[in-house]
């Protein structure tokens, strides 16, 4: 938008737009009662349930502390801004541009609109936003004699509040938000506020954004398609069991242990960037554990039943699939922080059933746990435990909503733009549509979870925890092992990942891919949009290992299948599901993964 443009206003239909307006009015007045109602059966909410105004009491005693080193924070302000003011007056006379006092990040797409900078009024308000977001910032990272959890807090919440407030996020102040106003006569706010209604309703109350198209996906038609069976099932899993596409297959399966934060298909989405299709391609076996979306009858469910009924479990019934005990394993984000517990129970017990063992992105010292630990306090954790008896389980939009925070920016503010303020749909996106598919979390297992690896982190203390009667020990895992992480990840980062290596004892790989949690894994090798890292040494300093890292412009899957194939075992006449002693019990990709967070 120029400082020029004069669009003609286009006035909306009269009674169009008093239909428009009674619908929203009685659907508002319904979900204003229901959400009363529910108060009263669940509760009130805390006044600070992410217990953030004690860090913030904390920060400003210190701050106020040191009144010279806040005056020379507000006086470099200040100056900043008088130097934007008298840029800004200087373009309105018509004199040149000068140099912008502050920028937006490489990558920040909140401003990527022309008039941002065509605009003298809205480069103004821009510069200013980030001035400011920065001061902000930078005054609260300063601040001395913070311990680092109160420190890490501190950040992280004024920055939520800074994302929240950027001018983007408004109607008057979003010059692409104005123009179609003007353009539609106010019809993109009408269906922004319908949008925004849909999301309430969706989420009973709760504001549910929908980040893409939700009836574009159909699970087991047009997403997690792979062929295959379901060849057994317990309380807490399915286990799939693909369909060969090579003659000869490596002679030890492949079992894959995903998350069950989320649902397994992000390591088969589509045909082109399916995970589990491509390892299929390669020679192996594959089998992939479906993870129950559990109820309130699996509430008592544990961590130790997780082990027992989950690898343990597949193990025994890979036996009988194919008749080879002998297995490779791949586990994914906590997938494979209970792959390394399993290892190391098995190492205690004496089972030698796994051979190889991959990590995707997954932490087994959580000392340095990334952002996600700014909502492991003890008094979130007995709020979050509090939440989780009512119900025997943690709602699946608890667990996405804290995810999604931590791209606020990505995963929130563009879509309220997008959704509400321009009143657009959001296109059809096959990660989204999995993001947005949430699971729910066993109470006695997710407790156990948040406090023995997040708060205290015991995982890495030999003997810390005890799983069926057996104290575990990771320096005991002599297996091969081979770690992949995401140089961006914001889940799992790549130097808290690394400290497995200086842990585990036997043959190990590191290799640290380009971008983050989701995109770096799934980043199929036709087409390298991601390079990788490699570096045979393994120095306790993640950054020299990093220093002495080569880059490779491709994808790290082959460098994988080299390693994993020289633990295959050898060859063998292709497997088909119900081959061996367990006949299928259903189509892949089954009926555990169709369950969802609603139901």
């Not at 992410?50 to 005056?71: G, H, R, S, Y």
């Not at 598919?437 to 407790?447: E, K, N, Q, V, Y």
């Not at 104290?471 to 091969?480: E, H, K, V």
């Amino acid at each position: 938008m120029n400082d020029t443009d004069h669009p003609e206003i286009k006035l909306p239909d009269p009674a169009e737009w008093s239909r428009s307006m009674a619908d929203i009015a009685q659907r508002s007045q319904r979900l204003v009662l229901d959400f009363i109602e529910r108060q009263g059966a669940d509760g009130p909410l805390p006044v600070d349930p992410l217990n953030i105004a004690a860090a913030f009491v904390e920060m400003t005693q210190k701050m106020i502390a040191d009144p010279a080193k806040l005056l020379q924070a507000q006086f470099s302000l200040w100056q900043d801004y008088m130097t934007l003011w008298q840029h800004t007056t200087q373009r309105f006379l018509g004199g040149e541009t000068a140099p912008s006092v502050a920028e937006p990040a490489p990558g920040d797409r909140r401003f990527k609109d022309q008039a941002w900078n065509d605009s003298a009024v809205f480069d103004y308000i821009k510069q200013s936003y980030l001035l400011t977001a920065r001061w902000m910032q930078n005054t609260v990272r300063q601040v001395e004699g913070l311990d680092d959890k109160t420190a890490k807090k501190v950040d992280f919440y004024t920055r939520q509040f800074v994302d929240a407030m950027a001018p983007s996020n408004f109607v008057l102040t979003n010059p692409q938000v104005l123009r179609t106003t003007i353009e539609t006569g106010g019809e993109n706010l009408v269906h922004g506020l319908e949008n925004m209604l849909d999301d309430l309703e969706r989420g009973k109350g709760r504001l549910t954004i929908k980040m893409t198209d939700l009836d574009a996906f159909k699970i087991g038609e047009n997403i997690a398609t792979a062929p295959g069976k379901v060849v057994y099932q317990n309380d807490l899993l399915q286990l799939i069991q693909y369909a060969p596409t090579t003659e000869t297959a490596q002679r030890r399966p492949l079992l894959i242990i995903p998350p069950w934060i989320n649902k397994y298909y992000i390591l088969d989405l589509r045909a082109d960037n399916s995970f589990v299709r491509w390892a299929v391609s390669q020679g192996h076996t594959v089998f992939m554990v479906s993870w129950v979306n559990p109820d309130t009858n699996l509430a008592g469910k544990t961590y130790e039943d997780y082990m027992l009924e989950g690898p343990l479990a597949c193990l025994d019934a890979i036996e009988k699939a194919t008749g080879e005990r002998e297995v490779n394993v791949i586990g994914y984000c906590l997938g494979g922080t209970l792959l390394a517990a399993t290892l190391a129970y098995m190492a205690a017990k004496g089972d030698d059933r796994f051979v190889s063992a991959t990590f995707f992105v997954s932490l087994t010292d959580f000392k340095e746990a990334g952002e996600l630990s700014v909502f492991i306090d003890e008094a979130q954790l007995e709020f979050l435990e509090d939440r989780m008896k009512r119900h025997g389980y943690l709602e699946g939009a608890d667990m996405a909503t804290t995810f999604n925070m931590l791209r606020a920016n990505d995963l929130i503010w563009s879509f309220v733009v997008n959704n509400y303020l321009l009143g657009k749909e959001p296109f059809p996106f096959d990660l989204l549509y999995w993001n947005s598919d949430s699971t729910r979390m066993p109470a006695a297992m997710h407790s156990f979870y948040l406090r023995n690896m997040y708060q205290e982190n015991k995982l890495v203390q030999p003997g810390g925890i005890t799983l069926a009667g057996v104290p575990i020990d990771l320096r005991n895992i002599t297996i091969p092992t081979f770690f992949l992480s995401t140089k961006e990840d914001h889940i799992a980062p790549w130097k808290s990942t690394y400290a497995a290596t200086q842990i585990f004892q036997g043959p190990r790989k590191f290799v640290l891919s380009a971008s983050g949690h989701i995109a770096g894994v799934v980043n199929p090798p036709p087409k390298t949009k991601y390079g990788h890292w490699e570096n045979d040494k393994l120095p306790p300093n993640p950054d020299d290992w990093l220093a002495g890292a080569t880059y490779l412009p491709d994808s790290w899957w082959p460098a994988w299948e080299d390693w994993v194939r020289q633990y295959g075992g050898g060859e063998v006449p292709a497997r088909k599901p119900g081959d061996g002693k367990l006949k299928p019990v259903e189509d892949a990709p089954g009926s555990y993964v169709r369950v969802t967070a609603a139901e």
